[in-house]
């Protein structure tokens, strides 16, 4: 390349990636202990659906080492989302150049689907976008563990999103073992205007009222999964324990999606909720109703797998 093409040791690059990130639901969501890191050891099912952020990364220019130029913007979003470093897709950006050497302009666009701040993990699916797409344009070639590693330094749910599917996460929910993937059932997603911050709900998480060992018996549910959903999964989420009884109207909503659907229950810390209806069901007239009381619904099926390459 000729010198022309370099500025300081930098050369254009002129790529592009673009992805679509999933949202996720937890199956099940135990609380087991406080950490000494002031995180949480948990055990939870995560599950990827099919409701996604679209994600674009272009690389304008390379260079070695140094701090990456970031720009990031959003469209679409429902509820409030950063556009500075402390949208965890900045941070994925960020760390990867950090972490492996490589640097340069970066512009990364969230075209927003998964509303923020309700528990289906659109933050932490686009921050694992972007690990994807720096992949691809810095050609570093790193294996999904390792992008799963950097996932972990950024959030808790990072790493479930680069595999995605169905999966059991332990620790803070960064140990990640992959299920049988759940492939049959509709799962109906609704969410009022109500933001919930997670740190504020674990915050008041009485430990008392959990256990010190895991209570889900993953043998058991294991098998179970080729056949949910059904009204004798064991899954739950410990969170509502503290989110329902401080708000009414989400108590509501799960108690009726209940009355209708086989599972039913609080996403992550909230403040989406989600019921899991057998396939071929006709959903259309509950999502109406909810939708006529200005909710935001959308019926979506499991997604098999984690963020995933649309063109490059």
Request: glycine share 12%; charged share 20%.
């Amino acid at each position: 390349m000729s010198d022309k093409n370099f500025v300081k040791g930098r050369r254009p690059a002129g790529r592009r990636v673009t992805l679509r990130a999933p949202a996720k639901v937890n199956l099940h969501l135990e609380v087991l202990r406080q950490r000494h890191d002031g995180y949480h050891d948990i055990e939870t099912i995560l599950q990827a659906v099919g409701l996604f952020d679209r994600v674009t990364v272009e690389l304008a220019e390379e260079y070695q080492g140094g701090e990456p130029d970031l720009a990031l913007t959003v469209s679409g979003a429902r509820g409030s989302v950063p556009t500075d470093e402390t949208n965890l897709a900045w941070q994925a950006a960020r760390l990867f150049c950090r972490e492996t050497g490589v640097s340069g302009a970066l512009t990364i666009h969230l075209e927003k689907a998964i509303p923020a701040a309700a528990g289906l993990g659109g933050g932490s699916s686009d921050a694992a976008a972007v690990l994807v797409a720096c992949d691809r344009l810095f050609g570093t070639g790193l294996e999904a563990d390792r992008l799963e590693r950097l996932g972990a330094e950024i959030g808790s749910d990072v790493p479930f999103f680069v595999k995605g599917g169905t999966a059991l996460g332990r620790g803070r929910g960064t140990m990640l073992t992959q299920l049988p993937s759940v492939r049959t059932g509709q799962f109906l997603i609704v969410k009022p205007d109500l933001q919930l911050q997670t740190s504020d709900v674990y915050g008041a998480l009485k430990m008392g009222l959990t256990v010190n060992s895991a209570t889900a018996n993953i043998q058991v549910i294991r098998p179970m999964l080729s056949r949910f959903p059904q009204k004798t999964w064991p899954g739950f989420n410990r969170l509502e324990d503290v989110v329902l009884p401080a708000q009414p109207a989400l108590q509501r909503l799960v108690l009726g999606l209940r009355q209708l659907a086989p599972v039913a229950m609080l996403s992550g810390s909230g403040a989406a909720v989600f019921g899991v209806f057998p396939e071929g069901r006709d959903l259309a007239d509950q999502a109406g109703e909810f939708e006529q009381t200005g909710l935001f619904v959308r019926t979506v099926a499991p997604h098999p797998g984690g963020v995933e390459v649309l063109q490059d």
